[in-house]
């Protein structure tokens, strides 16, 4: 989890974005017809490609996976560099050695990290979906991230899939192309280990995509689709899902008890066994998952590691936590500094409604960026619209939840991104009927704000040679634009790099500084840490190191101290070598 901090508006690409909007507002109202018939030209081809419905959502699918597979040698394939990056890895690397979790290590306090639980068993604190994803990518293609690429094409194309279901088609083939430039090439989604926006995005695709379609049609393969969606966000993020599958449920009864061309109650019955199956399997393996882990089925992930180590509560009306007897002071730095003075500011009534203000923008910027900004002038408009009212009442049921939730950050609303884009969509469906002193000022600005999209989504491929700036590390901001993160975590890649070229097993003792960054984690491990090459332990007293020494006796031991630049690999001289060394020279 990363901080609800407001996004950083003085970054050189946010400036131009706003910029090249300012300058197409103008353009719109003192030229609306410049380049009309280029436009044309583009959406004549535009609009045969939507028609093909089909082919329209493998397009934007494989645009999805082609264009991040060709921005690689910009934009590589990212490395883990915050603690949730390391424990949906550590969830992946356990379930590809075929586990569902594992052991206690023998040394586990030398091995507490943020994120990941360590008693009753070793594994992720997060529910298992995006763990599952990376180790299909690892199985499958020989690197998780190839797992999360996969899952960000499906989700872009469920998305222009959903969107055909709610809007024209040329409008649904937008959307849908707008998500891969927005959040499959260069967001924190495609561009970190521990989103799972992209999965909880793509399950929420299939409930709403399916919704419509099932009622008009009741075909047992929407029914399946949507069962398929709601088992997805079970496995990511079930609150949120909840939300979205209320309103969801309670239209789907009042179809199947009142519809007047449902079809007859038996014939429903039959058809919704598979899909039914499918749930019911599925909340059953995350029961079993839960017990394996966390020892008891009704204890569902992050409910043991948030005991143990957290003070901050998630909703508004939990009280602050008594604070635990930390080990290590990048923990408490991490609980206390990072997590409870935020709570302690949002649970206040003078910091409730600038925070949640704060929060709304955070999640505005991340999905619409600045240039996608204008056409909401026209959003009561849209909300009033029949077509989409459903997926206004969903929004405001989401509202209700993340108001009474603490944190909120981009991909806790990812089952929502399509009704996002479907909301968004409409009013620009308005705005381009907006024609004052009938001059087409709303056709315009809608070209141009897509226009601009694509002009900064090649600028933002350029970040480098055209010497952009970009949020550094360690701002988070990042994870609240489109055009976020940068790659980050190279140094502790290179420090593990030397480790493992070196001859035999490796012990890495890792000594922080005092004012530490705590998202920026090296004390990680894989799954199997005893049969590691190289494994990663937290610094502690004379006697807790001497412990771990003898321990792993057959390895080589280095003392990392990652907050000097370039982080330093020096041999660990152990703490009797040192008291002898000292009596010596006295």
Not at 130 to 150: D, R, S
Not at 231 to 241: D, H, K
Not at 375 to 392: G, K, Q, S, Y
């Amino acid at each position: 989890m990363l901080l609800p901090n407001p996004p950083d508006t003085q970054t050189t690409p946010t400036l131009i974005e706003g910029g090249l909007t300012f300058i197409a507002v103008a353009v719109a109202f003192m030229s609306p017809r410049l380049g009309s018939s280029f436009f044309l030209r583009v959406e004549g081809a535009f609009g045969k490609l939507a028609r093909r419905q089909g082919l329209a959502v493998v397009v934007v699918g494989l645009a999805a996976l082609l264009l991040r597979l060709a921005i690689l040698p910009l934009c590589p394939i990212p490395v883990p560099f915050v603690p949730d990056d390391f424990s949906f890895l550590l969830a992946g690397d356990t379930f590809l050695h075929g586990r569902l979790t594992n052991p206690t290590p023998a040394m586990w306090i030398h091995f507490e990290t943020i994120h990941i639980t360590m008693q009753p068993t070793y594994m992720s604190m997060y529910f298992p979906a995006q763990g599952l994803v990376l180790a299909a990518g690892k199985l499958l293609f020989g690197h998780p991230w190839y797992g999360l690429l996969l899952t960000s094409a499906l989700m872009c194309a469920a998305i222009c899939w959903m969107l055909q279901a709610w809007l024209p088609p040329t409008w649904a083939l937008l959307g849908g192309l707008i998500a891969v430039l927005h959040l499959s090439l260069f967001s924190y989604w495609i561009n970190t280990y521990h989103a799972a926006g992209t999965i909880g995005a793509l399950g929420g695709a299939l409930v709403l995509g399916a919704l419509p379609r099932l009622m008009k049609t009741a075909h047992q393969r929407y029914g399946v689709l949507m069962a398929s969606g709601i088992a997805i966000l079970v496995l990511t993020r079930p609150y949120e899902g909840l939300l979205l599958c209320m309103p969801v449920a309670i239209v789907m009864g009042h179809w199947a008890f009142f519809g007047k061309k449902r079809p007859a109650m038996g014939v429903l019955a039959r058809r919704a066994v598979f899909p039914l199956a499918l749930i019911v399997a599925t909340v059953g393996w995350l029961g079993y998952y839960d017990y394996r882990a966390f020892g008891s089925p009704s204890t569902p992930p992050y409910t043991v590691d948030r005991a143990t180590y957290a003070m901050a509560p998630y909703f508004v009306w939990q009280s602050q936590r008594p604070e635990p007897a930390y080990r290590h002071e990048v923990l408490r730095s991490f609980y206390y500094e990072c997590e409870l003075k935020f709570f302690r500011k949002i649970h206040t009534p003078a910091g409730f409604l600038p925070q949640t203000l704060i929060k709304a923008l955070t999640v505005l910027m991340f999905f619409a960026g600045i240039a996608l900004l204008t056409p909401l002038i026209m959003l009561r408009r849209a909300i009033m619209d029949r077509r989409i009212r459903f997926l206004v009442i969903c929004m405001l049921v989401l509202t209700a939840g993340m108001l009474v939730q603490i944190f909120t950050i981009p991909h806790y609303v990812a089952p929502f991104t399509s009704a996002f884009y479907a909301i968004g969509l409409q009013a620009m469906r308005h705005l381009r009927l907006w024609s004052p002193e009938s001059k087409p000022v709303g056709l315009a600005l809608v070209r141009l704000s897509v226009t601009i999209c694509v002009l900064m989504a090649g600028l933002r491929l350029f970040a480098g040679p055209l010497a952009l700036a970009l949020p550094e590390w360690p701002s988070y901001n990042w994870n609240f634009i489109w055009y976020g993160p940068d790659h980050f975590g190279t140094e502790r890649v290179r420090v593990e790099s030397e480790l493992n070229q070196m001859p035999g097993k490796q012990l890495a003792i890792v000594r922080y500084a005092s004012k530490h960054n705590p998202f920026e984690e090296w004390v990680y491990n894989s799954a199997d840490i005893d049969g590691s090459k190289v494994i990663w332990a937290r610094d502690m007293d004379a006697s807790d190191n001497s412990e771990l020494l003898r321990y792993y006796k057959d390895r080589q031991v280095w003392l990392v101290q990652p907050d000097i630049t370039p982080a330093t690999l020096l041999p660990y001289q152990a703490p009797e070598l040192s008291n002898a060394v000292a009596s010596v020279a006295h």
